[in-house]
């Protein structure tokens, strides 16, 4: 039995469906507006760059690169494990929306600020108010080397 036309091109056109192009693939690619904002806040320098970092990295799942930007007081006081389960099981997605200086605290080895963030939640966050903590206070680099690294933080108002 010969098979018909219309038979053929029936299987043709369920074939090419079935069979994904090059041309068919469909790969991510960030918006012109995501890559400006990552640029941003890649070239972002000192105290004001660890906070854009850090969020970057919590944004991306990346908790260790988030967690080598707290200092050795703050790690020591909270386990790796727990760091990661309080942004993973609570977070949905965060980015910073602005960062505000606040008054610096004596010493010009401490700076603090105030953050505002776009932030999806999961569940409401562990600590606090039940969002992600506003206020950061941060440390300046041992003998002028290394970078800042985030000491404290806490719910704002």
């Known amino acids: 039995m010969k098979p018909s036309l219309l038979t053929t091109t029936t ?6 469906f079935a ?8 790969i991510a690619q ?6 400006q904002q990552q640029t941003a806040s890649n070239t972002r320098s000192g105290a004001v760059g660890v906070l854009y970092r850090y969020f970057n990295a919590i944004a991306t799942g990346n ?11 703050y790690q020591a006081a909270v386990p790796y494990e727990e760091f990661v389960r309080m942004y993973q099981d609570y977070i949905g997605s965060i980015r910073i929306r602005s960062v505000e200086p606040l ?15 776009n932030v999806s939640y999961i569940k409401p966050f562990p600590v606090g108010n039940g969002r992600v903590p ?6 300046a680099p041992t003998n002028g080397e290394g970078e800042w690294l985030i000491d404290g933080m806490a719910p704002g108002q």
């Open 11 to 16: 299987l043709l056109l369920i074939a090419s």
């Open 134 to 139: 506003e206020l950061f206070v941060l440390t």
């Open 19 to 26: 069979i994904q192009l090059p041309s068919q693939t469909a």
């Open 103 to 117: 008054s610096n605290v004596p010493g010009g080895d401490r700076k603090e600020f105030r953050l505002q963030f």
């Open 30 to 35: 960030p918006s012109q507006k995501q890559v």
């Open 63 to 73: 908790y260790q690169v988030a967690y080598d930007l707290l200092t050795p007081q």
